[in-house]
């Protein structure tokens, strides 16, 4: 079946303007995640989403980030005047539901934003 | 605190030799789940390997195991059979099972020499 999509792949923006960032998780999944990734560093994570609950917003780094799912399916991340230290793989991830268990992450490929 | 430490940067393994990457972690929690991935130059996330803190066996999935240490905190992957394919970073992640966020560490590098 279809994995975790994004879009776009690459995003070349200019310092000061909005960016949205789009993920399509895989169908069913209930639980979606946002991660940074600078370069060769591990994942910072962003945003939580699990079905109608409030998110969890305690990795956002600034006001400037903001997220939204609808309908319990796709993400839009949004940075709003970017800055160069926005600069990095923005990472989209889904699972099945919470709890216990295996429920791993599946990953989509990643939106390269670069701030210039 | 939750936490995932991941002590060695980068590490060099002789190819169809085995490699051992460290990971320890930190969580008061009771119930949590372990978990590997790999991460190849293209970028995509790769899920390995999983270990419940209830499990009493170490899990394993083909030539990966996870030497799970429950006491001293740690999950260690270990990778027998090195392949020149399992050149990639390697991150070790923690989701708490009550609040559903992963935590992972900063990663390992691996380079398998031929």
């Known amino acids: 079946g279809a994995g975790v999509s994004q879009s776009p792949s690459n995003k070349v923006t200019e310092k000061g303007k909005d960016v949205e960032l789009r993920c399509d998780p895989i169908s069913g999944h209930t639980a979606l995640y946002w991660y940074r990734q600078s370069l060769g560093q591990g994942l910072e994570f962003l945003i939580y989403?699990?079905?109608?609950?409030?998110?969890?917003k305690s990795g956002l780094p600034s006001d400037r980030f903001s997220a939204e799912r609808t309908g319990g399916s796709v993400s839009t991340l949004t940075i709003q005047r970017t800055q160069q230290e926005d600069s990095a793989v923005y990472l989209c991830?889904?699972?099945?539901?919470?709890?216990?268990?295996?429920?791993?992450?599946?990953f989509g490929p990643g939106t390269r934003l670069t701030v210039t | 605190a939750q936490k995932i430490t991941q002590t060695q940067p980068g590490m060099f393994v002789q190819e169809k030799e085995a490699v051992t990457l460290d990971c320890t972690y930190d969580?008061?929690?009771?119930?949590?789940?372990l978990f590997w991935y790999k991460q190849p130059s293209s970028g995509e996330m790769i899920f390995l390997i999983y270990?419940?803190?209830?499990?009493?066996q170490n899990a394993t999935e083909g030539r990966y195991s996870l030497n799970f240490q429950k006491a001293r905190k740690s999950a260690n992957l270990v990778i027998s059979a090195s392949q020149l394919g399992d050149s990639a970073m390697y991150f070790c992640?923690?989701?708490?099972?009550?609040?559903?966020?992963?935590?992972f560490g900063s990663g390992t590098k691996l380079n398998v020499k031929p």
């Open positions: 270990q419940g803190s209830y499990d009493e």
């Open positions: 989403f699990q079905g109608n609950s409030a998110p969890d």
């Open positions: 991830a889904s699972s099945r539901r919470p709890g216990q268990g295996i429920y791993e992450q599946y």
């Open positions: 992640a923690m989701r708490v099972n009550n609040f559903n966020k992963f935590y």
């Open positions: 969580t008061s929690d009771q119930s949590y789940g």
